[in-house]
């Protein structure tokens, strides 16, 4: 199974369906098997099903905390999708990750709160947890880099 | 007894030819294909060749910020390590990473982690990742680690009395 060569044109709003083709469509996104929809409200509720391959200490075991990090980052571009009015990608212009607990050999979880969605720049935190939402294992926050306007549109006064 | 005998080599100067014992017990190292290029005393130095699976825009073939990541805190560990005399269990406390231009598609990405200072059970490790230039770096990091972590005990650091 080979992923294809572009990223889905995505209808807004964005759905389920149009999220997991984007989720499906980003090759690192699919070697860590990580997958999202979204709940009542909106937000991304990102998923990364445990997998061995995930595995960064094998003596505890606990996932690798790079792993846990490209989640989190993944996550949060995910959410900055959902809310653009425009298509396109946010590029990552700096992310700090805390870690809190080591992550276990089990499925894992984020999501993400925008805490300002600006013209050009959004700063976004983001948080993953297993088995109960109240003990996040990582946290996150960064600034994202949104896309240009597309051509042809008003620029904003 | 010359002054360096009295004075406990760090696993940096030890490790010399088996420096791929870093990341051969990790599995997600493995799996995306980090190599150990280099280590020194506090010091050491991953490559990830590039991978059509480690993309994260499909239409521009440029890696995934996340495996960056990835490779940097993987780099980060190595280098702590190697700041340390003796196997400890280490984690990582957190990581900044500021993204300084994307990687190019096609190109192996190498990073230098070094160790700059260590206390009883605190590692501080700074970071950068570029293609072969140093100034025209990737990304820069900085990050803290715990040492003696999960409960291992932490670093006997040759001070009498405060052994655990």
Redesign the interface.
């Known amino acids: 199974m080979t992923?294809?060569?572009?990223?889905p044109r995505l209808a807004r709003p964005v759905g389920n369906d149009g999220l997991l083709a984007l989720m499906r469509?980003?090759?690192?996104?699919?070697?860590?098997g990580v997958g999202a929809t979204l709940d009542d409200e909106g937000r991304v509720v990102a998923q990364m099903p445990f997998a061995?391959?995930?595995?960064?200490?094998?003596?505890?075991p606990?996932?690798?905390?790079?792993?846990i990090?490209?989640?989190l980052?993944?996550t949060a571009i995910a959410q900055l999708i959902v809310d653009m009015a425009e298509p396109g990608?946010p590029?990552?212009?700096?992310?700090?990750?805390?870690?809190l607990r080591?992550g276990r050999p089990r499925d894992t979880f984020a999501r993400a709160i925008v805490a300002k969605h600006g013209r050009r720049v959004a700063n976004v935190r983001v948080e993953a947890w297993q088995e109960d939402p109240t003990r996040p294992i990582a946290t996150a926050h960064g600034h994202f880099m949104l896309p240009p306007p597309t051509e042809g549109e008003a620029p904003e006064a | 007894m010359s002054s360096d005998d009295t004075k406990p080599k760090l696993l940096g100067e030890l490790i010399g030819d088996n420096k791929d014992m870093l990341l051969a017990p990790i599995p997600f190292s493995m799996a995306v294909g980090m190599e150990v290029v280099s280590v020194g005393p506090s010091r050491a130095t991953l490559r990830l060749p590039w991978r059509d699976d480690l993309v994260g825009n499909p239409e521009t073939g440029v890696l995934h910020g996340g495996i960056i990541t990835a490779l940097i805190d993987a780099a980060c560990g190595s280098a702590v390590i190697c700041a340390l005399t003796r196997m400890t269990s280490i984690a990582t406390l957190d990581l900044r990473i500021d993204y300084l231009r994307p990687a190019t598609p096609g190109e192996a990405v190498l990073v230098d982690a070094e160790c700059y200072r260590t206390t009883r059970s605190i590692a501080f490790v700074r970071a950068l990742a570029h293609h072969g230039d140093r100034d025209d770096a990737i990304a820069h990091s900085v990050a803290a680690f715990m040492l003696g972590a999960n409960r291992s005990p932490p670093v006997d650091r040759g001070v009498s009395g405060v052994k655990s």
């Not at chain 1, 992923?3 to 990223?7: N, T, Y």
């Not at chain 1, 590029?91 to 870690?99: G, N």
């Open positions: 992923p294809p060569v572009s990223l469509a980003i090759p690192f996104a699919r070697l860590l061995e391959h995930l595995i960064g200490n094998p003596r505890l606990a996932l690798h905390g790079g792993t990090g490209a989640f980052e993944m990608i590029k990552t212009i700096d992310i700090t990750i805390d870690y080591s």
